[in-house]
């Protein structure tokens, strides 16, 4: 499965901030995120039954 997300205004508000960053092996906080399309997809719901990788690219355009 591949997905396009972008993070707005509106989910970024939705995040509470950590005391300590997400430790290798350690499950990822869900959030919501709108893809391509703008439809809303969740972090938990792209897990599903398969192993799910995010990856953030830091584009340099």
Same mark, same amino acid.
């Given at each position: ?21 997400? +430790?290798?092996?350690?499950? +990822? ?16 719901? +792209? ?15």
């Amino acid at each position: 499965m591949s997905c396009a997300a972008k993070l707005n205004s509106s989910s970024s508000g939705d995040l509470k901030p950590r005391d300590s960053p997400v +430790a290798v092996g350690e499950m +990822a906080p869900d959030f919501t995120l709108e893809d391509q399309n703008n439809r809303k997809v969740t972090l938990s719901s +792209a897990r599903g039954s398969m192993p799910t990788v995010l990856v953030f690219y830091r584009g340099n355009w």
